[in-house]
């Protein structure tokens, strides 16, 4: 993998690394709508690679090759960012939805059922499973959009925003901690998905399998565990960023 004067061989090491861009992108497609393109995850992904080939140092083994799925993920990201696929009002669907289990989360004491859910925000329950359906997990993708308030574009808040930085606010103790607690408080169904598709690996279709349902339901339950989570940490991602601003600049 290194030329005759010692320097790496881009060439073959994008070679060999061309099938580890395609896996991360298939990956990333079952989570995502229909209207992102293969290729297109596949050509981002690509660039990470590239930038992780001439950023390591030490070689080019399985170090390496976790050091890249990273950097390739995250072009990956990084590229279904500046595209801002998401529609305006499938995002102000899934706040409302956010909104509604933190109203009868407070109410009730317990996480709210997808029938009490879709009475609350005056759905039927055939359409609010279609809405969590479109959006195919994507809350997870951009995780970090839940760091502002309002109903501006993710690209308009964040551009010019230097304090945000989600990978930094994620480091941050008490938000992990707040994380592990609302995941191990999903119900059981919705903590056995995120354990299979996070942890195992699985795919939407052998998850389906596993728990005898459709993939559709796999894709249904993904969005409403990521629904609850998102809802459960949203009124503290900003504290963690304020305190970690008020600690550079203290």
């Not at 497609?29 to 930038?51: E, H, T």
């Not at 009868?104 to 997808?114: A, K, Q």
């Not at 993710?154 to 707040?178: Q, V």
Request: proline share 4%; aromatic share 6%; glycine share 6%.
């Amino acid at each position: 993998m290194y030329t005759a004067a010692g320097q790496p061989d881009r060439d073959q090491l994008v070679q060999r690394f061309v099938p580890l861009v395609k896996r991360i992108a298939y990956h990333l497609m079952a989570r995502l709508p229909p209207s992102v393109q293969f290729d297109d995850l596949v050509q981002n992904g690509m660039i990470g690679l590239l930038d992780a080939i001439d950023r390591f140092q030490e070689g080019f083994g399985a170090q390496f090759e976790t050091y890249a799925t990273q950097r390739v993920r995250g072009a990956m990201l990084d590229g279904l960012r500046e595209n801002d696929w998401l529609p305006r009002n499938l995002r102000r669907e899934l706040r409302r939805i956010e909104t509604a289990i933190n109203q009868l989360e407070h109410e009730h004491g317990r996480v709210p059922s997808e029938r009490e859910l879709a009475d609350a925000l005056g759905m039927s329950l055939a359409d609010y499973q279609k809405t969590l359906q479109e959006a195919r997990g994507h809350q997870l993708v951009y995780f970090e959009d839940i760091s502002g308030d309002g109903e501006e574009d993710f690209l308009e808040r964040h551009l010019t925003d230097n304090d945000a930085d989600p990978a930094a606010i994620l480091e941050d103790r008490g938000i992990k901690a707040l994380l592990v607690t609302a995941i191990a408080q999903l119900p059981e169904r919705e903590k056995m998905m995120m354990a299979l598709y996070y942890e195992q690996d699985l795919n939407l279709r052998e998850i389906g399998e596993v728990m005898g349902v459709t993939e559709s339901r796999v894709c249904q339950l993904h969005s409403q565990a990521v629904a609850r989570l998102r809802a459960r940490i949203v009124g503290e991602v900003p504290l963690a960023a304020k305190r970690r601003k008020e600690k550079v600049h203290g």
